[in-house]
């Protein structure tokens, strides 16, 4: 049974970087084929993709959030980050990590329990 849990700080002052850990027990982050993603939903709002990275390593962002998002990830510790940068209330949401086979279909089959961040000052 994979297991996913994010944690970080739950609040950030805007123009600061937010930055997410996701943690994976019971699976490997390199194992073949699937992808590890972030995914957030604001409040009031449906969930928005904003990236991922392969079991090779590759990355992929939304194009919306691309020029400050980053996705990282400690193979050693079995996790993955996400650091979004200049961030504005409009990046408070409930930030959740997920797995997918084919990023395309999506079809996540673990989700982390999310984590709330808020950006205020």
């Known amino acids: 049974q994979v297991q996913l849990q994010e944690s970080g700080p739950g609040l950030v002052k805007p123009s600061q970087t937010l930055s997410l850990t996701c943690t994976i027990s019971?699976?490997?982050?390199?194992?073949?084929?699937?992808?590890w993603n972030w995914i957030r939903q604001p409040p009031g709002k449906g969930l928005e993709w904003v990236g991922a990275?392969?079991?090779?390593?590759?990355?992929y962002y939304s194009p919306s959030l691309k020029s400050r998002t980053s996705i990282s990830r400690e193979t050693s510790k079995n996790q993955f980050t996400l650091q979004l940068s200049s961030v504005t209330p409009e990046d408070t949401a409930v930030y959740y990590c997920?797995?997918?086979?084919?990023?395309?279909?999506?079809?996540?089959?673990?989700w982390g329990q999310g984590t709330q961040v808020t950006v205020s000052s």
């Open positions: 019971g699976g490997s982050i390199t194992t073949n084929l699937y992808y």
């Open positions: 997920a797995r997918v086979l084919d990023l395309a279909r999506g079809g996540y089959d673990y």
């Open positions: 990275i392969s079991y090779r390593g590759n990355t």
